[in-house]
């Protein structure tokens, strides 16, 4: 069935470092992708978004790009702040169904 | 900008007693869902709701779980007899669509002791 794979945290970085957290996809068609973000003792918010092979999607300096060749969706920042830490999850829907498959998220923590 | 609620945000109770979580969904929105959380694990699909019938369900919501929207605006999910295992984060979340973005809750935490 559909699923996600992500990058196995925790993943620990300096201030202004560059951030990339792995994610590849298995799913039969094309789904949307999406990076939700889960700050302490909060819920999910969605972070960013791609529908369709080669789309980008951006957001507070997060990118990630649909990369339907090597089915993936990888998060990246240039520069990482301290607000940042949080956990990360990956997740794919396809257009014809209603539930999320997501991973396993990445820990992130962001030290001065 | 329009947000999905939900109440409470902590629940403790005992074992085989029954909760309901309830849920507002965004106010336009048709599609409903519900996911739990684990602590520790990933987010798991439970189920989501359409016109006021179950669409899809997990393999994880049995008898156990039901689902009701009462009302015009509230969106319930009630475990009839919780057991242990049942502690988690409960999130909801709507959709304007079927396979659009899905917009969450800040979720309910349920301990069952």
């Known amino acids: 069935g559909d699923s996600v794979t992500q990058m196995e945290g925790p993943v620990t970085l300096s201030e202004e470092a560059f951030l990339t957290i792995n994610c590849t996809y298995t799913?039969?068609?094309?789904?949307?992708l999406f990076w939700y973000v889960q700050y302490p003792g909060e819920g999910l918010q969605l972070l960013l978004k791609?529908?369709?092979?080669?789309d980008k999607g951006s957001n507070k300096g997060f990118e990630a790009t649909y990369r339907k060749e090597t089915t993936s969706f990888h998060l990246e920042k240039g520069s990482v702040q301290v607000s940042d830490s949080a956990v990360y999850f990956c997740a794919l829907n396809r257009k014809n169904n209603n539930d999320m498959r997501f991973g396993a998220g990445t820990r992130l923590t962001v030290k001065p | 900008e329009p947000e999905v609620t939900q109440t409470p945000s902590h629940q403790v109770t005992q074992m085989g007693q029954e909760v309901i979580l309830r849920c507002v969904p965004i106010s336009n929105h048709l599609y409903f869902y519900w996911y739990r959380q684990i602590l520790g694990q990933k987010v798991e699909f439970l189920v989501s709701?359409?016109?006021?019938?179950?669409?899809?369900k997990s393999e994880i919501f049995d008898d156990q779980f039901s689902v009701e929207r009462p009302d015009g605006s509230n969106f319930t999910l009630k475990i009839r007899s919780t057991k242990l295992e049942d502690s988690a984060m409960y999130f909801c979340?709507?959709?304007?669509?079927?396979?659009?973005?899905?917009?969450f809750g800040p979720g309910t935490r349920l301990l069952v002791l």
């Open positions: 791609a529908t369709k092979a080669d």
């Open positions: 709701f359409y016109n006021n019938e179950i669409s899809e």
């Open positions: 799913a039969t068609g094309y789904p949307s």
């Open positions: 979340a709507s959709s304007s669509q079927m396979g659009e973005t899905q917009y």
